[in-house]
């Protein structure tokens, strides 16, 4: 195989044959008891044709072929069931790093990546992996043991006769490489050629809709049958060569045998006890290629995690937690935030905030204004930690905010969006999301003071409806009050609202403020907004305000430093 | 007819090559049955001192075998190859006709891409299921005459063949079709916990739910494992009875010969080894056709559903106008279902910029539905121009309309092929201007191909606000009067929303829009804002 093989490869590799190592040893087990049957087989043959006494070995042989027959059978049952778990645990383990991975990252990290992507590297692309620790791995090792086996136990038996087998044997990779057709690089080309005939037509299939609503439907039906058609000349150049080297193995499988047959034939007159040894090593013929037949069925299990390896490879690994300095928690009421000079920029052309110094005392609210894109909401991502300052020091009660133990940031922070996410669940586990050890008589108040009961009661399986992707759709201000009804449920001290009626109509938006004002009260506020009904919401209750355009501009004139 | 025989009459569009197929592959497997019959009977005749066959007769054989195999080989992809193409064409078509509306805008991505596997899962039907079956048909008169040969009562052994070669895979077939409904489900399941920790990873973090999300991605995964662990269980287990069944043939047949002809016998064992090992493979096959056939259940009910909207037999001339307005127009899809909106209303004049906001699920996509003519009013009319549009052709109607909506794909394809979409005549500087009009121009020109570089897998990846604007400059350069855009952002954050939305403000001055969506961004420029709840619009502020 002439490819340098992908690093992530290699190593899923190395794990993979590692963890098979005991589902190989019982299909070697269950080769060697092939190897016992033939064996049997080959006696009773022997009494049969009277070369050998018929009674009581004849029946021995008998009760040893029952006995290994049946002992293939569990063997085989035992190697299937592990290498079902072997490809089973490969994704567990997968699944659950992409995971963690993905979510360490958090959504500064991802951003502008489609989450429905993602979601395909997590479910899809880790699919893809079973075939190659479940089948390919198993099936690679045992074309190396299986005739190994068999092998040495016909050079044992008959050197003349297990020489023609294991000479058949190595000619089938010889045979490939001399050709210069190695099975890896045909069966590649093929594998390859077939995946972009099914991306193709997958993309054009997933498009369809805009195809059809662009009037080209009959023009795009032409050209998926020109581009089929093209790989299929293309397709079957190749597989003309390639079939060559399956070829190879058919001509090793036959040449054995006959060649065994003839070693045989002529010696045997005259010569009885050869009789079992020459009816066994036939039979070992097709024990011997079974394995070889085995790698070369599941080799596009192997060629279908190249398609895949990229993706994989691409995800970092874990975000190395950084060790706190020194570990604190600070008082979980009444908090107190300050920004000192904190400078944040995406890159070196995008800057976004210079040099910002500001402080919320407890229970105070810091309004922040300002068109879109000045860095309102990069703030409160800087607050949340999804950001990282360039320089500055942001910091809760006088604890810097990297020093934090992550969990107890975590508890003291209630965040309000422009549009809350709706988990699949009932109304019920949406709003418990914030905390689900909260107690029932919690939850009551929680949807009281979101002002939910309302919609609750009117949804004839009330709490129990279920939401998001297949269940019952909210409206924006519905969705809102659940996100309202969390952060109660949360109780945090800090509560950052990130435009939180940007996507409501006026009167709706009137009424999720008196909800969120319940809300504010007794916590420190972080209200980023360009709603006029939001800011006059923020001055009734005495908010101080950055207005984000006007720090702009003084920064261009120098004012700020 | 059954779905799959629906299936296996497109194949019938390559009969030549099919036949030749399965000709080949009969007389390969004749062949190797053959060798080993005839190996078993020069070995016997050598041992019992008997008079010595001429090997090179075996070494013919052997031959012609490794010749045919290599024929069924490069034949049989030939012929499934061709057949693969026919059966790819055939679904875009038949959706293409059918189903644009149904299953481009309402179903989503997951259950397009689910089709495409259902068709892929289809290829095997050939090769993997027909053709061995067949052989296992082919199998049977040559065992009878070889069995016959040794003894009459070895013709038991085609008890334990049958057995092996036909019952185990029908019912490797019933419990695949079985578990299939089970995988399915749990692998929705599965998809849908992936896309919740994904998509809501702000609200993840903030209330520190990522051991719960990553225990609830565990969970659906152990149920798809479960359901597909049984399955594996059940095909272990015929399998082992196949095998245990086979072996106990070959020992019957080798016990017989004690009764009948050594010789012959002899040859028995070694076809029997054969003819077992051919048909040993069926058990996994008959698990495929139990996964086929459902599948070919989906695939022929989405290729062949119909169109949704009747064409009118001789199509209205287009109205010079292209003011839409809906006339207390009613629509339910089924009429088992409750009215996603009765007698509702609308008028969108030439020129104006209307937007539609209402919760998911409420039925806005519907109001896009119909003017596109992918559904129809119960009752009511929609005037395009002025005329019902149930008397313009699809079409021309949709030449007018230029539609953008969430499910408005990027194909992997270049740059300039995907805006070609749009207008197949557009020259460079048409591209370029509809690019520049989108604020693309740099980004494109930036890539190293400019317009021929390829998007997507394996190619240049833009992100998903530069992607939705490619597809706005698509949709410009259709040159529509009417744009229609439906949820266009779905997915993406929302800064990268509201930038879409600048710049769609500024390429669509002077068109009559009108704008889907869940909720607002602050960015729209729009005369008129209306709510879309409980089936009737509301004026909003606007």
Request: glycine share 10%.
């Amino acid at each position: 195989m002439s490819r340098a093989p992908n690093p992530w490869i290699k190593a899923e590799q190395k794990s993979g044959f590692n963890a098979a190592r005991l589902s190989l040893f019982l299909a070697g087990a269950g080769i060697a008891c092939g190897v016992i049957q033939a064996g049997a087989a080959a006696r009773l043959l022997a009494a049969l044709l009277r070369v050998q006494p018929a009674g009581l070995t004849a029946w021995g042989s008998a009760l040893v072929f029952v006995l290994a027959v049946l002992a293939r059978a569990w063997l085989q049952i035992q190697a299937e069931r592990r290498n079902f778990e072997l490809g089973a645990a490969a994704r567990r383990r997968l699944r659950g790093k992409v995971l963690s991975v993905l979510m360490a990252l958090g959504p500064a990290g991802l951003r502008g990546r489609h989450s429905a992507e993602l979601a395909a590297t997590a479910v899809d692309r880790v699919e893809v992996m079973d075939g190659f620790h479940a089948r390919w791995v198993p099936a690679t090792g045992l074309a190396i043991i299986g005739p190994g086996l068999v092998g040495l136990v016909a050079l044992l038996t008959d050197w003349r006769a297990g020489l023609i087998l294991v000479i058949a044997g190595l000619f089938v990779p010889f045979a490939m490489a001399v050709a210069g057709i190695g099975a890896g690089i045909a069966a590649k080309k093929q594998f390859l050629a077939m995946t972009r005939l099914q991306v193709r037509f997958m993309d054009r299939i997933r498009g369809i809709s805009t195809i059809v609503l662009a009037g080209r439907a009959e023009g795009e039906a032409k050209a998926l049958a020109a581009a089929a058609k093209e790989l299929r000349e293309r397709t079957m150049r190749v597989l003309r060569m390639a079939f060559l080297s399956s070829t190879a193995l058919d001509l090793a499988a036959a040449a054995a045998l006959v060649l065994i047959v003839i070693r045989f034939a002529p010696v045997l007159r005259g010569a009885h006890e050869l009789a079992p040894t020459a009816l066994f090593l036939v039979l070992l013929v097709p024990e011997f290629f079974a394995p070889l037949r085995g790698f070369a069925a599941v080799y596009g299990d192997r060629m279908a995690v190249e398609a895949v390896a990229e993706e994989f490879q691409a995800l970092p690994d874990d975000p190395p937690a950084v060790p706190p300095v020194h570990i604190r928690s600070v008082a979980a009421h009444g908090v107190t935030l300050a920004f000192e000079h904190v400078t944040f920029a995406w890159d070196e052309t995008r800057p976004v905030l210079e040099n910002l110094s500001f402080k919320v005392g407890r229970g105070e609210m810091l309004l922040l204004t300002g068109a879109s894109g000045t860095g309102k909401s990069t703030i409160i991502d800087l607050i949340l930690g999804f950001l990282a300052p360039q320089a500055g020091r942001i910091s809760i009660n006088g604890a810097m905010l990297e020093d934090l133990v992550p969990a107890a940031r975590t508890r003291m922070l209630g965040w309000i969006g422009q549009k809350p996410v709706i988990f699949a669940g009932t109304i019920e586990e949406n709003i418990r999301f914030a905390n689900p050890a909260a107690g029932e008589d919690e939850l009551q108040d929680a949807i009281r003071n979101a002002h939910l009961e309302e919609l609750i009661a009117s949804l004839p399986q009330g709490l129990k409806t279920p939401l998001g992707e297949g269940g019952f759709g909210v409206s924006g201000g519905q969705a809102q009050r659940i996100a309202i009804a969390r952060a109660f449920l949360k109780d945090a001290p800090l509560l950052l609202l990130d435009e939180p009626t940007s996507h409501l109509d006026p009167a709706v938006e009137q009424d999720i403020l008196e909800s969120l004002k319940h809300l504010a009260a007794g916590r420190t506020v972080v209200l980023a907004t360009h709603s006029s009904q939001a800011m006059d919401f923020a001055k009734t209750i005495g908010a101080k305000r950055i207005d984000l355009d006007a720090l702009r501009y003084a920064s261009w004139r120098g004012v700020v430093a | 007819m059954s779905p799959i025989a629906r299936i296996a009459l497109l194949w019938a569009r390559q009969p030549g090559w099919l036949f030749l197929a399965v000709l080949l592959s009969l007389a390969a497997l004749a062949a190797g049955v053959v060798l080993m019959g005839f190996s078993g009977h020069v070995l016997a005749l050598a041992i019992v001192g008997g008079v010595l066959a001429v090997p090179v007769m075996l070494a013919w054989i052997g031959t012609a075998r490794v010749a045919l195999r290599y024929g069924e080989r490069v034949v049989g992809h030939e012929a499934i190859f061709r057949a693969l193409a026919d059966l790819r064409v055939w679904m875009f078509r038949g959706m293409a006709r059918s189903a644009a509306g149904g299953l481009g805008l309402r179903r989503s991505g997951d259950a397009l891409a689910r089709l495409v596997n259902d068709v892929d899962t289809l290829d095997g039907l050939f090769l993997r299921i027909f053709v061995p079956l067949l052989g296992a048909i082919l199998l049977l008169p040559m065992l009878v005459w070889t069995l016959e040969r040794e003894h009459g009562l070895a013709l038991l052994v085609l008890v334990p063949f049958c057995f092996v070669a036909f019952w185990v895979p029908w019912r490797a077939a019933r419990a695949a079709e079985e578990n299939a409904a089970k995988a399915g489900l749990a692998m929705a399941g599965l998809r849908i916990a992936a896309l919740d920790a994904l998509h809501g990873l702000r609200e993840v973090k903030i209330y520190a739910a990522e051991g719960r999300m990553l225990a609830e991605v565990q969970a659906r995964e152990a149920q798809l494992l479960a359901a597909q662990r049984e399955l594996t269980a059940e095909g272990t287990k015929l399998s082992a009875i196949a095998f245990i069944a086979a072996q106990g043939g070959i020992l019957l047949a080798i016990l017989l010969g004690f009764l009948g002809l050594p010789i012959g016998a002899v040859a028995a064992v070694l076809v029997l080894t054969a003819a077992f090992e051919a048909v040993l493979g069926l058990p996994r096959a008959g698990l495929l056709y139990g996964q086929a056939r459902k599948a070919a259940a989906r695939v022929v009910q989405a290729a062949e559903a119909g169109p949704p909207v009747p064409e009118p037999a001789v199509p209205a001339a287009m109205p010079s106008r292209n003011a839409i307005t809906f006339e207390h127009v009613s629509f339910r899809y089924a009429a088992d279902r409750p009215f996603v909106f009765e007698n509702l209303s609308l008028q969108l004049p030439e020129g104006s910029r209307t937007a539609i906001l209402g919760p998911s699920g409420a039925g806005k996509s519907t109001i896009a539905s119909l003017i596109l003519k992918l559904v129809q009013p119960v009752s009511g009319q929609i005037r395009f121009g002025g005329t019902d549009i149930a008397q313009l052709s699809a079409e021309a109607l949709r030449h007018r309309i230029a539609y953008l909506g969430q499910t408005t794909h990027l194909f992997a394809d270049t740059v300039r092929n995907n805006l070609l979409l749009g207008d197949p005549a557009a020259d460079d500087a048409k591209l370029w201007a509809a690019l520049e009009a989108v604020q693309m121009a740099d980004v494109v020109a930036a890539l190293p191909e400019g317009l021929d570089s390829w998007l997507g897998e394996g190619g240049a990846t833009v992100s998903g606000g530069q992607g939705r604007r490619l597809a706005l400059a698509r949709t410009l350069l259709m040159n529509a009067p009417v744009i229609l855009l439906d949820e266009p952002c779905a997915g993406l954050d929302a800064a990268t929303e509201q930038e879409f939305f600048r710049v769609f403000n500024a390429a669509t001055e002077g068109r009559t829009v009108l704008l889907i969506l869940h909720r607002l961004t602050g960015a729209e420029y729009l005369d008129r804002i209306w709510r879309f709840t409980g089936g009737t619009l509301v004026a909003a502020a606007g």
